[in-house]
């Protein structure tokens, strides 16, 4: 499969649909390797419904990876258009921030708890959870793009933050062990994994009795058309691999969780695609 860029615009010799799930994680690292290398711009977004690279028009209510926005947005204030406090970040944490909420201030992290942060990105989010569980807790990221993690771990270090640890891996199977998570956080990422179920029969492996998942994340309220969905631009935008709603629910509960919900959710775009900050509990 051949993959190439014109622009900020990537196209494939494949339709997303025709790929296998390796294939889809192929150019997701690809496009994410350029986000984490600072070559992607929102301002450079393309016109197109879907939006692409995380990035969106001033009339859209919402979309890909980006919160709604009267105005263009640069990747540069993304962060702080969803609410993150980004005083005292070096801009190398926030200039590669590509996530469509900000489940960390939703979350109830309590202090000593380990936190899992699934496509943990440049470590925006873990950075404000390290914050929040102290130094008697922990906050692990998993990404499988090595510029990510690098970037990550460069960032940690210049913030002094060591109740921290980046591991390189795939969501749908994850480096770490059974029983060992409190909070499971996430942000626009499981949409961009082939299999759903995958990630969420890993999520309750790795949580503790009682354990939580909280991730902001892009929804359907109803199904995209083939050609938008079969857009590679669309699938890395955060678009074109997001499920329905109600789909992406049943998921969290076939792999066991209780009190699977959609807790709040942003704006829809024209597509019925939209920000949701999905919540769910393993037993006790
Ligand atoms: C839209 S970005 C979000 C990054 C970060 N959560 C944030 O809010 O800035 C998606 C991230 O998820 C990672 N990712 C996508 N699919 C993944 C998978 N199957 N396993 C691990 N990481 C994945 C990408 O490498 C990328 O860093």
């Known amino acids: 499969m051949d993959i190439q860029y014109f622009g900020d615009y990537m196209t494939s010799t494949k339709n997303v649909s025709e790929m296998e799930p390796d294939e889809i994680k192929?150019?997701?690292?690809?496009?994410?390797?350029?986000?984490?290398?600072?070559?992607?711009?929102?301002?450079?977004?393309?016109?197109?419904?879907?939006?692409?690279?995380?990035?969106?028009?001033?009339?859209?209510t919402s979309s890909s990876c980006c919160p709604p926005a009267k105005t263009k947005i640069t990747r540069m204030n993304l962060a702080d258009a969803l609410g993150y406090d980004t005083d005292g970040m070096p801009l190398s944490a926030t200039e590669s921030f590509a996530g469509c909420?900000?489940?960390?201030?939703?979350?109830?992290?309590?202090?000593?708890?380990?936190?899992?942060?699934?496509?943990?990105?440049?470590?925006?989010?873990?950075?404000?959870?390290?914050?929040k569980v102290g130094p008697s807790g922990k906050v692990i990221g998993v990404d499988m793009t090595p510029a990510m993690i690098e970037?990550?771990?460069?960032?940690?270090?210049?913030?002094?933050?060591?109740?921290?640890?980046?591991?390189?891996?795939?969501?749908?199977?994850?480096?770490?062990?059974?029983?060992?998570?409190?909070?499971v956080i996430s942000n626009c990422v499981i949409n961009l994994a082939p299999s759903k179920a995958k990630v969420f029969q890993e999520a309750y492996r790795v949580l503790k009795l009682?354990?939580?998942?909280?991730?902001?994340?892009?929804?359907?309220?109803?199904s995209l058309p083939q050609e938008v969905s079969d857009e590679v631009v669309t699938y890395t935008g955060c678009i074109g691999g997001a499920i329905l709603d109600e789909e992406y629910l049943q998921h969290m509960r076939d792999a066991g969780f209780a009190d699977a919900k959609i807790a709040s959710k942003a704006?829809?775009?024209?597509?019925?695609?939209?920000?949701?900050?999905?919540?769910?509990?393993?037993?006790?």
């Open 267 to 284: 704006g829809e775009s024209i597509h019925g695609a939209y920000s949701a900050y999905v919540t769910g509990t393993k037993p006790e």
């Open 101 to 131: 909420g900000n489940p960390v201030a939703l979350a109830s992290l309590k202090e000593g708890e380990v936190v899992l942060d699934l496509g943990s990105g440049a470590g925006l989010d873990m950075f404000v959870a390290s914050k």
């Open 151 to 183: 970037k990550a771990k460069k960032n940690a270090e210049e913030l002094g933050i060591t109740n921290v640890e980046f591991r390189f891996g795939d969501i749908e199977d994850m480096p770490v062990d059974d029983n060992s998570i409190d909070v």
């Open 26 to 60: 192929e150019v997701v690292r690809k496009a994410y390797s350029r986000v984490a290398k600072g070559n992607v711009d929102c301002s450079e977004g393309t016109e197109t419904l879907v939006s692409s690279s995380c990035c969106e028009e001033p009339t859209q």
């Open 210 to 222: 009682g354990g939580r998942v909280m991730v902001s994340d892009m929804v359907l309220s109803k």
